[in-house]
């Protein structure tokens, strides 16, 4: 009898340890799949890499790989080996560093400042020179054999000769695995835990009937019904809810705000490709902030004017996304003026101005002038769509250009742009990934707080002919002692929650 009563005592502890048990099993066995499925560069981290030495030359590209994700060297180079960022292109670095012993390349990867400071390669003078003060992160984890891996990928895909994991190649993927969804476990296992719950309350309730039968009272049997509404099922289904809710909640609030990979259509068409890139504008002409404010800024039209006061057809567009910019100032482009009291003038009165613009321009370049009208009619409905705002109310062309915008840090977070262009020396890169490059722009990097730390960590401040930081003398005598090789944004107090917590 005691028995039994103890065991009947011991069940929803037994049930508990069961249940979570089993969300374990499900779990692990959910990550082993996923590990088992990534992609083979993730799968096999640096850390994995062979301590084989090998010989100039000999570097294994899918190893480099591995080396060149987990050191994070694409945040500065490019990964096509062909374009500047915020470090040079690397396609053709062994050539570059041919008339120089190989062990000067290994000490550029491993201690770059080091090198320059030896006086000893003058191929490092050199590269310095062109880049500074742009310095390179100390890589001193890498061997002499990591960086020969690391050559041997940065080769491959500069000449196209390595071949990713995954990638296509007139045929099916190489090496590419195909994720597996593992809903179906969860499934079996949440039924199996179900049925495992009813069966023990059944048994529950059979030894409950047993002992109350044994000790002369009139036994009951408890329905199913019973069973599930009990007390102590009814509790423990709030449970199981309280836990699911508490980690739904918790995942979501982790990802609030969080946008990464957004790029949203703006009013205008603007190719950051076609005037960073191709025309190579830097950054700071039009987000002239990002040097002396807290703020990039969005360029006011007046900016735009500069260059399109003489530049009056777009290369893509023609005057469909340009005439946009002329009518939210005011600028008639068949004068090359300003309109007096444009502000004054009503939608109509725009209109057949920048009209008579559009279909002049369409008419002189050879089009079909049984199209004209379309095309006038067209591009105007464009104009009126970017220049208005049916839910604020705004109903005239005149005015500002209501720009969507793309990075958005919570309130609660504090960053300043000229503490890090200005001070820090940081390109727009950095942090808003390859913008020269990007025909729609779009959120490049997440932006989380983990992803911060993790730069203030790994970056290196920038101490020589930096006023800003002459009163860390400690840190400018350690250096020229030789006891440390640089400082890094953690060593400055740069992980401190204020910093950014005000």
């Known amino acids: 009898m005691t028995y039994l009563t103890n ?37 096999e981290p640096a850390a994995e890499v062979p301590t084989t030495t090998v010989g100039p030359g000999e570097g294994d590209p899918a190893l480099g790989e591995a080396l060149w994700k987990e050191n994070v060297c694409g945040s500065c180079h490019a990964g096509d080996m062909k374009a500047n960022l915020t470090g040079p292109a690397l396609g053709g670095v062994e050539e570059r560093w041919a008339g120089e012993p190989r062990e000067h390349l290994y000490e550029w990867v491993q201690q770059s400042q080091k090198l320059i400071g030896s006086g000893e390669s003058a191929r490092a003078i050199a590269v310095w020179n062109a880049w500074k003060p742009t310095v390179m992160s100390n890589f001193t984890n890498l061997s002499d054999s990591d960086v020969e891996h690391l050559l041997a990928y940065i080769d491959g895909m500069y000449t ?38 009813l069966i023990l309350a059944r048994i529950t309730s059979n030894l409950q009937y047993m002992v109350s039968a044994s000790e002369g009272a009139a036994p009951a049997r408890r329905t199913l019904v019973q069973v599930l509404t009990s007390r102590g099922m009814i509790a423990f289904v709030i449970f199981v809810l309280v836990v699911l809710g508490g980690y739904t909640t918790v995942n979501h609030a982790i990802d609030l705000g969080r946008q990464q990979d ?32 807290k703020h990039s800024v969005i360029p006011a039209v007046n900016t735009c004017m500069n260059c399109h006061r003489a530049i009056q057809v777009g290369s893509r567009y023609g005057t469909a996304e340009l005439t946009k910019i002329f009518a939210s100032i005011g600028w008639d482009p068949s004068e090359g003026a300003y309109i007096q009291n444009y502000d004054q003038m009503t ?18 370049e050879g089009g079909d002038p ?32 209501e720009w969507t915008r793309i990075h958005n840090l919570p309130d609660h977070a504090y960053f300043n742009h000229a503490q890090h262009v200005t001070v820090g020396k940081l390109k ?5 990934g390859p913008v020269e490059e990007m025909e729609v722009v779009y ?60």
């Open 7 to 43: 065991f009947y005592r011991c069940l929803p502890l037994f049930l508990l340890l069961l249940l979570t048990s089993a969300v374990t099993l499900a779990q692990s066995t959910a990550a082993d799949s996923t590990v088992a499925n990534a992609d083979a560069a993730v799968a």
């Open 160 to 197: 196209g000769s390595y071949v990713k994991p995954g990638t296509v190649m007139n045929g099916p993927a190489v090496g590419a695995e195909q994720e597996t969804d593992n809903t179906w476990l969860f499934v079996i296992l949440g039924v199996s835990l179900l049925l495992l719950s």
């Open 262 to 293: 957004y790029e949203p259509d703006q009013p205008i068409k603007f190719s950051h490709e076609v005037h960073a890139g191709i025309h190579k504008i830097e950054c700071q002409y039009c987000h002239d902030g990002a040097r002396r404010s």
């Open 347 to 364: 939608n109509d009165q725009a209109r057949d101005i920048y009209q008579k613009w559009i279909a002049n321009t369409y008419i002189s």
């Open 370 to 401: 049984d199209d004209v009208d379309e095309v006038v009619e067209e591009q105007w409905e464009g104009i009126y769509a970017a220049l208005t705002n049916e839910y604020t109310g705004d109903d005239r062309v005149a005015g500002p250009i």
């Open 428 to 432: 727009c890169q950095n942090c808003h």
């Open 443 to 502: 959120q490049y990097s997440p932006l989380s707080m983990g992803w911060c730390i993790n730069c203030h960590r790994e970056t290196e401040v920038q101490f020589e002919d930096n006023d800003y930081y002459k009163s860390y003398e400690r840190y400018h005598e350690e250096i020229k002692e030789g006891v440390r090789d640089g400082v890094t944004v953690e060593d400055i107090g740069g992980l401190n929650c204020q910093r950014c917590h005000y």
